[in-house]
């Protein structure tokens, strides 16, 4: 049982560039979610999905794209990187969004955009 | 006024010491009351988390919630060093939201 798997660990990009962090979960969790974390602002929810095929926005949804067509699977998308999405950013899962209180987060991409 | 106010630190304690972590939140809707810790350069991990006001205690490690002042704590007896992280308090209310408070650095020094 690998728990939440994040890929890359580290990714440098160019502004302009667009790219994937990728999400896996083993639990069968139905609630997975994308956070960012930066110094100073704690973390904060981009999207979200309750279920495969349904998805919404967080409080910083702005430059990024979600889908989730399996239950195991919830990419992150970067249309155009900028500066400003330098951070490192965390996936999370539980079994369901009411259950959101014992969420697991995975290890972290750490996105440096030049 | 910010939803959850958690002081950054860093908080330096001796091993052995008790810790107390804190987290003041002006949200009375709130009713699940989380602590997570993070090792430098991982994913935070749930430590503990309660459901209304009280104590729960797990090892060496109590949360405490006040929900009259609005004010919740961890406190970690027998620091080791294996203690020093960052601690992240998180709330959330009936709509399945969780705000996060901006985290706390511990360290304990051998």
């Given amino acids: ?114 | 006024q910010k939803e959850v106010e958690q002081d950054p630190g860093p908080l330096s304690v001796p091993e052995g010491a008790i810790v107390s972590l804190n987290c003041t939140y002006s949200n009375s809707a709130f009713q699940y009351f989380m602590w997570y810790r993070q090792y430098s350069r991982k994913g935070p991990e749930l430590l503990m988390y309660t459901y209304s006001s009280g104590n729960k205690e797990d090892g060496r490690f109590t949360a405490q919630v006040d929900k009259s002042s609005k004010y919740i704590s961890l406190f970690i007896r027998d620091s080791q060093p294996s203690d020093s992280a960052t601690y992240l308090c998180a709330m959330k209310g009936r709509d399945d939201k969780i705000i996060f408070g901006k985290g706390t650095r511990l360290h304990i020094l051998p």
Avoid at chain 1, 25 to 43: A, F, I, V
């Fill in chain 1, 1 to 114: 049982n690998a728990g939440v798997t994040q890929t890359p660990k580290f990714q440098v990009l160019k502004t302009g560039q667009s790219m994937t962090l990728q999400c896996a979960q083993d639990m069968n969790h139905e609630y997975m979610s994308w956070y960012r974390q930066d110094p100073g602002m704690g973390l904060r929810l981009i999207h979200y999905s309750v279920g495969a095929g349904i998805t919404d926005q967080g409080e910083v949804p702005n430059g990024y794209n979600v889908s989730r067509s399996t239950t195991e699977d919830f990419p992150l998308r970067l249309l155009s990187a900028a500066p400003s999405q330098t951070s490192v950013y965390f996936c999370a899962s539980s079994y369901s969004q009411t259950e959101i209180a014992t969420q697991y987060f995975g290890p972290g991409t750490r996105l440096t955009v030049l």
